[in-house]
Structure formats: C-alpha cells, structure tokens
C-alpha cells in the first residue's frame, strides 16, 4: 500500500574547512549546493521530504570537541563560522540523520562504519593533538548501525585516527541521531564534483528511507 502520510526529515552534513594542501577541502565542496535544498521522495511509511543543511567545521580538535554536541542538542546549536550565515535556521526537533564528511587521497568514496577511540597521534591544524577529557565517558569503538548496500561506495573499518575518525566518533558517542561518515576524494580523481555531490545526495536519500522512515 502506497504512504499516504507525510514526514519532514532533517539532515545536517558537515563538511571541514581548507587545509594547507588545498584552497578547497573537497568534503566541503562536494556537498555545498545541497545546502538549502529540499528532496522530496516515497518513503517505506511516509511520503519523505528532506531538509539539508551543509556547514563547514575546523580541522582542530578542540573545536571539533566543543561543537559536536551542539550539532545533536534539541534544538541544535550550530557553530559561528561563515559557511553557518548561508544555512537554514536549524530545526527546532533536532537533526534526524548527521553526515559527516572528510577527505579520501586513494580516491575512492568510502563509508565507515568505526569511530575509534584511541590511536590519535596526528597533530590537527594548532599542531595539537586530542585533548584529555577527565570524567568523559569512553567511546567504546561505537558502530553507526548503518550497512550501505551500493556499488558506488565502499565499507571501510578505519577513519584514519585524524579529524574525520575523531568527529566521527565524537558524533557517534552522542547516540541520539543516525550518524554516518563517508570520505570522498578531490574532484577529477577520479570522480567529478557533481559525481561525489550526486552521490552524497543519493546516500542521504538511502539512509532517510531505510533507517529513518521506518
């Protein structure tokens, strides 16, 4: 039987900012013109449309830290950075999916399924590393819960222990929302821009129909 309800699903997608390597960090750009837009699909339950909203975060750990809890709070609080003025407003029910994205250099388009605790030993942009976090309580390596079945990503068991496995598993050990990580090479290698940014638009389609209208 065919949804005859409707449900608005609100997506939040983190990008990180330049790095010296490059003037454009391609997790950032490729998912840019999603910010604002609105897809409207058949979900299992509902007829879907989904709210997305891109912001940039720093490639600090600290930072990453003192943001990440905001992003899943009800309502969120988004961090003050340019790419922030050009957002909609943040939901008042709070993100139902969180997709963070980073940078991939074998490129190819990965999604993990690990955010790791320990092993941190690269220095972020103020060259420090992962600050200490007395009474935190500990990650415990947690999974997304989350199984892409799509020929045009692959499953990876590893973030690399830099900014993309630390605020991977920084958002994860919130638990409260559906939490994905997927790294995406520079455009041309091989994938164009408009591929990665189709194919971010095509997995948080994915995710919003199998896992949250359900």
Known sequence: MPPTTHRNIYVLI?????????????SYYAAKPLNGTQISLPGHRNTVTLHLTVIEVPVVYA???SLVPGLHQVPPTLPESGSVTDAPPPPQGGYDFIFHLG??????IYVETLGHQAGYNEEDLMGELPPVMP?????AEPEN????????????????RFLCDFIYNCSLAESARKVLFMHVPHAGRPHTLDEMTQTIRQVVSWVA??????
């Open 14 to 26: 983190t990008g990180f900012d330049p790095i010296p390597e490059t003037a454009h960090h391609p």
């Open 63 to 65: 930072d990453v830290l």
């Open 103 to 108: 940078q991939e250099l074998a490129g190819a």
């Open 135 to 139: 009474g935190a309580r500990p990650f």
């Open 145 to 160: 819960g989350i199984k892409i079945t799509d020929d045009r990503v692959v499953q990876s068991h590893d973030a690399g």
């Open 209 to 214: 129909v199998n896992y949250i209208d359900v």
